[in-house]
């Protein structure tokens, strides 16, 4: 049996195909959150010149300040930063015109992304590459959207992306080779590794890695150990870094709910959320972000 290889070919990735490898010169950022503001700053470090793009004034103005903390976090660790005037944020998608690619990182909402989205095709030229950050709706569904999903993949980065190493470039059924090859050569340019994966509920990252925190709450629940000792039997026993259940805890109960139901309607019941989990999130303990998930976080 041969395994399926979903890794783009030698030739893609050394830009043989039309679209240039180097991160292109200007890049657009449609939501400056917590992962917008990190991709832009990400993406300032690699040379591009960078538009965010924000609802409203003062989200923008919070955006800014996002992206400057981090810019000048890099600057104290003795990174060389770019000219302030590479960053441009404001609230008109008109922005993007000239961007070469445009990452839309607005809240993990379906419809808000449809309409994200589609106002970005609707600014950029046609040779842009459109990019989604969903960390759990099918790269399909929003192409649906698009007139043109042959240049629309997903690149989901992690949080904090400039602690993270990994970015999963998420390809949908119409993105074309050419398309995953820059977007990869891009990932690896702003110093990050790229995993190319098929369009599938999770992708690679979220599916095993809810599947692992929902199986340790399941354990908790049944009395097999403490929060404590799963989390070391993983560190020691698997070298993870971190145990699954204080994962859950960075990552908010709530946001691994949400995929977890995701997952079981993709999946059916090996994704079905333990009641554990959903009675902590219905007490609001969300885990770090409130002070309370498996376990107790003081400032
Ligand atoms: N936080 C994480 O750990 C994480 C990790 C990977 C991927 N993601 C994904 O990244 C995306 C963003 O998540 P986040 O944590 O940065 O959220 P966030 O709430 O911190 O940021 C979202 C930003 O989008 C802005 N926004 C809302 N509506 C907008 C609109 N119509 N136009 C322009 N901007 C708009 C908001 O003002 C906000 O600044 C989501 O799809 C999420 O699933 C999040």
């Known amino acids: 049996m041969t395994l399926p290889d979903t890794r783009v070919s030698a ?6 195909a039309g679209i240039p490898t180097a991160v292109p010169a200007r890049v657009g950022v449609l939501g400056g959150g917590r992962m917008g503001a990190g ?21 923008a103005d919070a955006a ?24 441009i944020v404001g609230t008109d998608t008109a922005a993007f015109a000239d961007a070469g690619l445009v990452i839309e990182a607005v809240p993990e909402d379906r419809a808000l992304k449809l309409d ?3 106002r970005i095709e609707g600014a950029v030229d046609g040779a842009a590459v459109v990019a989604s950050n969903t960390s759990s709706i099918s790269i399909d569904a929003l192409a649906g ?30 993105t074309t080779p050419e398309v995953v090859g820059a977007a990869t050569a891009w990932v690896e340019a702003i110093g990050k590794t790229a995993v190319v994966v098929r369009d599938a509920p999770g992708f690679a990252s979220s599916r095993l ?17 403490s929060a404590h000792d799963i989390d070391t039997a993983m560190e020691l026993g698997y070298r993870h870094p971190m145990g699954p259940l204080r994962t859950t805890d960075i990552v908010g109960l709530d946001v691994r709910l949400g995929i977890a139901e995701e997952l079981e309607r993709a999946f059916g019941a090996r994704f079905t959320p333990p009641a554990l989990l959903r009675e902590l999130v219905a007490e609001g303990h969300l885990g770090r972000k409130t002070g309370r998930g498996f376990y107790e976080w003081s400032e």
């Open 39 to 59: 991709i832009a700053h990400a993406f300032l470090l690699a040379g591009a010149r960078v538009h965010v793009v924000e609802r409203d004034a003062a989200a």
């Open 145 to 174: 959207s698009l007139t043109r999903p042959e240049r629309f993949l997903g690149l989901h980065f992690f949080n904090p992306v400039p602690a993270s190493a990994l970015v999963e470039v998420v390809t949908g059924a119409a």
């Open 209 to 225: 890695g809810v599947a692992l925190g929902l199986e340790a709450i399941r354990m908790l629940e049944e009395g097999v150990a």
């Open 116 to 118: 994200a989205l589609a």
């Open 64 to 87: 800014r300040d996002r992206v400057e903390t981090a810019l000048s976090r890099s600057s104290q660790k003795g990174v060389e930063i770019p000219d302030a005037d590479t960053l």
């Open 11 to 16: 030739d893609v990735r050394t830009g043989d």
